[in-house]
């Protein structure tokens, strides 16, 4: 199936800087998630995206959707240890299944207290 | 909140096995899935459900089958495991575009 192409594949980092990771896909897309993974769990949902342009904050997260619809980022800002874990994107593919979502493989991010 | 439950965190079979593992939602989704996740592969689809008794394969369906008898309960099915099906299991629902996971169930096939 399609992937995404989710970077960095992974960061280290000091407590209380700034994060910023990215997402592009091939095709067009109309729905752009970001989900949290700590170890041993399931994915958690930090952010949905619906609309080209949209920017949507949760807490010290922001996400946007791509002008283009074939790209997301995500940024964290002022990181603190519990930020610890695997952050994913997903999408669905415009032409694509009414029900299937695309995903990155993850990006993992460490911080230093 | 939506609350997804899957039967099992961590399970050890042996090869040949019949494997079961159950995943129930709370929110009257019509949508659920059955992913595995594996290092290095991310997250792959297995099978899907949009109704009761509806199915449909996913992109790695092989060796895997599912049940959806009632709205509510996704089983996936391992009818004769084998160790390279050792892997995250991670259920999902969803009613429009957002998919809500589990957490997961951790299998070891020896």
């Known amino acids: 199936g399609q992937q995404l192409n989710q970077s960095p594949q992974s960061m280290f980092i000091q407590e209380g800087e700034d994060v910023s990771m990215n997402c592009t896909s091939s095709s067009i897309f109309n729905t752009w998630l970001w989900y949290k993974q700590e170890p041993g769990e399931g994915p958690v949902l930090l952010i949905a995206?619906?609309?080209?342009?949209e920017l949507t904050s949760n807490g010290r997260l922001t996400a946007q959707f791509g002008i283009t619809r074939k790209d997301s980022f995500l940024n964290i800002s002022a990181s603190i240890p519990s930020d610890v874990g695997i952050y994913f994107c997903?999408?669905?593919?415009?032409?694509?299944?009414?029900?299937?979502?695309?995903f990155g493989k993850g990006t993992l991010l460490t911080v230093n207290p | 909140d939506v609350k997804v439950t899957q039967s099992s965190r961590y399970l050890v079979k042996r090869t040949g096995e019949k494997v079961f593992l159950e995943c129930v939602q709370d929110m009257d989704h019509e949508n659920m899935f059955w992913y595995r996740q594996d290092p290095g592969l991310g997250l792959r689809l297995i099978y899907f459900s949009y109704d009761v008794k509806m199915k449909e394969k996913g992109d790695i369906p092989e060796g895997y089958s599912v049940s959806r008898e009632k709205k509510e309960r996704f089983s996936l099915i391992l009818e004769s495991a084998s160790t390279n099906q050792t892997s995250m299991y991670l259920c999902?629902?969803?009613?429009?575009?957002?998919?809500?996971f589990g957490p997961g169930t951790r299998l070891l096939v020896l």
């Open positions: 995206l619906y609309k080209a342009g």
């Open positions: 999902a629902t969803s009613e429009t575009r957002v998919q809500y």
């Open positions: 997903a999408g669905r593919d415009s032409g694509g299944s009414n029900y299937k979502l695309t």
